[in-house]
């Protein structure tokens, strides 16, 4: 019964929160391909839409995935920061995948993730991706799938646990943005939405260890990361725990900690000057710039 509910509240909330995007800011030169199959199947989880600036020159790419506590939301939510990478210069790949509860769970997720991946590597070229430089987002929820996706470019044993080939490509940088980085917290309600979102018995199984990212002998191979968060998100405490599993394994890494927006701040308010700022800093960070006065 709770979990019916918490799956129903979370629908409505992706509802209600899709009002608050403010269209009037997109630029309008920015190109947008909607509802790409990644699989070929009928579902819409097995989708992606792709943001970019059509110029003839091969620009960098992001891969960004969407937040929602693994059980709501969609690719559209994030459509304000898409827009707003492209703007600067990268082509964006907003995925979908499969919800949690009540019929799939966390790792079939990681496995959709994979499987766009490889439509992207794959077709990045038609939208002038360059797939020798890809980053890759996560809002909330989705920040646990994107180290999970990193993750799996330098483990040969986690991609051998998910049954996943064996990959030629790995990224340059994450962005975590407000991520639900302690999700295997030892609460009632962290226990109750892992019931929920992954399968029975899932405790046991190596997929659920490799997620447990701070005994992840691998988590040392991750790329620059990149930490957003600020006074009113509601998962701040999550975001500075996973900057110390950060700092133990020597990954390279920085927060930013800025403003008041809330949990959902960079997705529904990409273009405040605030924000902005954070933005110009992340690619300098990245050395994005740089690397292209040298190429």
Not at 139 to 146: F, I, K, P, R, T
Not at 155 to 171: C, T
Request: a neutral charge; proline letters at 1%; glycine letters at 6%.
């Amino acid at each position: 019964m709770i979990n019916a509910f918490m799956k129903k509240l979370g629908e409505k909330s992706y509802l209600r929160d899709l009002k608050r995007i403010d269209s009037s800011t997109l630029h309008n030169d920015i190109l947008k391909v909607k509802d790409i199959r990644y699989v070929n199947d009928h579902l819409i989880e097995h989708t992606l839409d792709v943001y970019y600036k059509s110029d003839n020159r091969f620009k960098p790419v992001v891969i960004d995935i969407h937040g929602g506590g693994f059980i709501s939301c969609y690719k559209e939510m994030d459509a304000l920061f898409a827009n707003c990478l492209a703007q600067r210069d990268f082509v964006v790949f907003c995925v979908n995948y499969r919800l949690a509860y009540p019929r799939f769970n966390v790792f079939d997720q990681i496995e959709d993730i994979a499987n766009a991946m490889r439509w992207i590597v794959s077709n990045a070229e038609k939208y002038e991706g360059d797939t020798n430089e890809m980053y890759i987002a996560g809002h909330s929820a989705g920040g646990v799938l994107a180290i999970a996706e990193s993750l799996l470019c330098t483990d040969e044993k986690m991609r051998e646990a998910f049954h996943i080939d064996d990959r030629n490509y790995a990224y340059r940088g994450i962005i975590l943005d407000c991520g639900l980085m302690h999700f295997y917290k030892n609460t009632l309600a962290y226990r109750g939405m892992r019931n929920m979102v992954f399968p029975k018995g899932y405790r046991k199984t190596d997929k659920y260890r490799y997620l447990i990212f701070e005994k992840h002998s691998k988590l040392k191979t991750l790329p620059k990361t990149v930490l957003f968060t600020n006074k009113k998100d509601t998962l701040r405490k999550m975001t500075y725990y996973f900057k110390r599993v950060l700092d133990a394994h020597h990954v390279d890494h920085r927060l930013f900690d800025v403003g008041t927006d809330g949990h959902m701040g960079i997705i529904f308010h990409t273009y405040s000057d605030e924000n902005q700022r954070i933005m110009d800093d992340v690619q300098e960070y990245f050395e994005i710039g740089e690397r292209a006065i040298d190429d």
